[in-house]
Structures are given as C-alpha cells and as structure tokens.
C-alpha cells in the first residue's frame, strides 16, 4: 500500500464533519422530536432512518474516495447542508425558519432550488464534463437527472408524511413546488454552466481560430 493512501484528503474531511454533524443532529434535536411526534414504542424506527442515512454518506465517502473532489465543489455542498440545517434550527420572528416565508416564497424552496443548482453542478463535473454529447442534450439530461433525483426525496417525505405524524413535511401542492425548486435550480445551472463556457471558449478564440472538424463542431452547439 502506498504512503498516499494514508493521506487524508478534502473529502475525508468533508465526511467526517458532516458525520460529527449528523449524530449532533441526532442527539440534539431528531430524537427528542421523533419521541414527541412519533412516540417511544416507535425508537426502532429513529434508528433505522439514522443508520441508513450513515450508510449513505460511508457509501458516497467509499465511492468518491479515490476521486479528485475540488475543494469549491465541497464547499457549495456543505452550503446546502447547512442551509438545510439551519431551517430546521434557526428561528426568526418566533417561526421556524423553513416555515418562514421570504418574499412570497417559503424559505424551503430557497434551499431546494440552492441543492438542484449544486447537484446539478457536481453531476455536470463528475458525469458529463467530458462526454462527448451535444450541449442540448447534455443539458437535457442534466436537468431531468436533477428531477428524478428530487422525486426520490420527494417519495422518501411522501414515506415520512405515512409513518410519523405532525411532520411538517406538507402535502401534494408542497410537492410539486418543491419539484419546480428543482427544475429551476438545475436549469439555473445549466445557464450558469454554458455561459461561464462560452466566456471561457471566446476567451481562448480571440486568435486564428483553427478549421473545427465537422463532428466536434455539432457536439459544441
């Protein structure tokens, strides 16, 4: 084994803050509030959902450990985990912040639409940056991919809203604006991402711009 796989990298860092986080969520605020709404009888179920979302994270952190994760990239992640956090923790005006509404629009759609824009960012990064696909298509499946990403969230609160009463988590309506969060966030990064690219393109083309081949000219529109 290598000297370099002892070393401790962004993302080893990165999981074990958010574990930290976590199990202090857990001690501090999920477990009394899943004994209030759901009841003793019932700690099975805390358990459960503490251990899957433990796995997920000791899954991503396996997946990912061998991958060059950029530090930005990190940082916007851990933004919106602490965006989620801090709705379900600060209070403003005496109301729970994801209850609170901001400019007509409650405070949880600001924080889906915050983590589509920065999933879309990292599937962009890891999945598609060097794909050889049109940029339409490329944009296509980014959005949609974001979406079915958030309709499994969605089906996991439709779960929550069946198995643990006073939830807050909301109904159908609720649903389908946090889904147009979604789109918004991811088609936001979409425009981010190709103008940030034609900037970039212009940028480098200010000389002789080189004949392109026919093929690679298509893949760029």
């Known amino acids: 084994m290598n000297k370099s796989d002892h070393r401790i ?80 923790l600060a209070v403003w005006h005496e109301t729970r912040l994801y209850d609170k509404i901001i400019f007509q629009v409650r405070y949880d759609k600001y924080v889906h639409f915050f983590n589509s824009f920065v999933c879309a960012v990292v599937l962009n990064f890891f999945c598609f940056r060097n794909r050889p696909i049109n940029r339409w298509l490329k944009s296509f499946e980014l959005v949609f991919l974001v979406l079915g990403i958030g309709a499994f969230v969605e089906i996991i609160e439709y779960l929550v809203t069946l198995t643990v009463a006073k939830n807050g988590v909301g109904g159908y309506d609720n649903n389908m604006l946090d889904m147009i969060a979604n789109f918004l966030g991811s088609l936001c990064c979409v425009l981010v991402t190709r103008g940030a690219e034609r900037i970039k393109s212009n940028a480098r083309l200010r000389g002789i711009r080189p004949k392109e081949d026919p093929k690679e000219e298509w893949l760029q529109r």
């Open 9 to 88: 990298s962004s993302l080893d860092i990165f999981s074990g803050i958010n574990v930290l986080i976590f199990l202090w969520m857990c001690h501090g605020v999920y477990f009394d509030r899943f004994v209030y709404y759901r009841g003793r009888e019932y700690l099975w179920e805390f358990f459960v959902y503490a251990l899957i979302v433990l796995a997920l994270i000791a899954g991503i952190w396996k997946t990912m450990r061998n991958c060059q994760v950029p530090a930005w990239i990190l940082v916007l992640v851990q933004a919106g985990i602490v965006l989620h956090f801090a709705g379900g």
